[in-house]
């Protein structure tokens, strides 16, 4: 498809384990971002890759909260020792780099740590 | 850094009356502001965005205002119909399209009664 992928789109997980989720972007766009949704929370910031540059981890929750992208495409967000306040929705946009401002959304990846 | 508070949580209206949603913004160096719409199970999408050199943007039944002095901008809906049922994120950015890093408000739950 032409949009953003996501998966998996539902994850189900214990207190303790890691899990990883995946990001697959717009094919061209040289920007990609990781948010998470949780409850009433709105959209939070969680890291930013725009093409070879450094990323942007400023979002980043924890040390247990980590991710990388490969060639400039696909991302993977890590989270180590899942927690309860972990359970979310994680969601991937991408963007061209340009003025327009404009950031693609998939259709999320919600974590549920029991 | 920058905070976006959004009021209020949670609208009802009759389909056909207006909807007015408001957002405030901390940080004065703040220029971009998008609004996205999100159904239900699916990513946000972006409905309408004002640059901080403008006051006022239209695009058919919905408009955005801002007034930089007060920091605050707001999305109008007129003509309300069901289909506009949804949560609305308003958002701000200090790069105005450059990076595109966001940060969300925490979203206005929007129900349309037929």
């Known amino acids: 498809g032409a949009g953003v992928s996501q998966s998996p789109s539902n994850k189900v997980t214990e207190k303790g384990k890691d899990v990883e989720l995946r990001c697959d972007p717009i094919?061209?766009?040289?920007?990609l971002y990781w948010y998470r949704q949780s409850l009433g929370q709105g959209l939070e910031f969680l890291i930013y890759?725009?093409?070879?540059?450094?990323?942007?981890k400023s979002g980043l929750p924890s040390d247990r909260f980590s991710a990388e992208r490969t060639g400039g495409s696909v991302s993977t967000l890590t989270i180590q020792r899942t927690q309860q306040e972990d359970s979310a929705v994680y969601l991937c946009?991408?963007?061209?780099?340009?003025?327009?401002?404009?950031?693609?959304f998939g259709e999320g990846s919600r974590l549920t740590v029991l | 850094g920058e905070n976006v508070e959004q009021h209020p949580s949670t609208l009802s209206v009759q389909e056909g009356d207006s909807a007015v949603i408001k957002c405030t913004y901390s940080?004065?160096?703040?220029?971009?502001f998008p609004w996205y719409k999100q159904e239900l199970g699916k990513g946000p999408q972006l409905i309408i965005d004002?640059?901080?050199?403008?006051g006022e943007k239209k695009d058919q039944r919905i408009a955005v205002t801002l007034n930089k002095t007060a920091k605050h901008f707001s999305l109008h809906i007129t003509e309300t119909q069901p289909e506009d049922s949804a949560v609305y994120f308003c958002?701000?950015?200090?790069?105005?399209?450059?990076?595109?890093?966001?940060?969300f408000g925490t979203g206005t739950l929007l129900a349309v009664q037929p």
């Open positions: 940080d004065s160096a703040s220029n971009y």
């Open positions: 094919s061209g766009h040289t920007a």
């Open positions: 890759f725009q093409g070879n540059s450094a990323p942007d």
């Open positions: 004002i640059r901080s050199n403008v």
């Open positions: 958002a701000a950015s200090k790069d105005g399209g450059a990076t595109n890093k966001l940060i």
């Open positions: 946009a991408s963007s061209i780099r340009t003025h327009t401002g404009e950031l693609f």
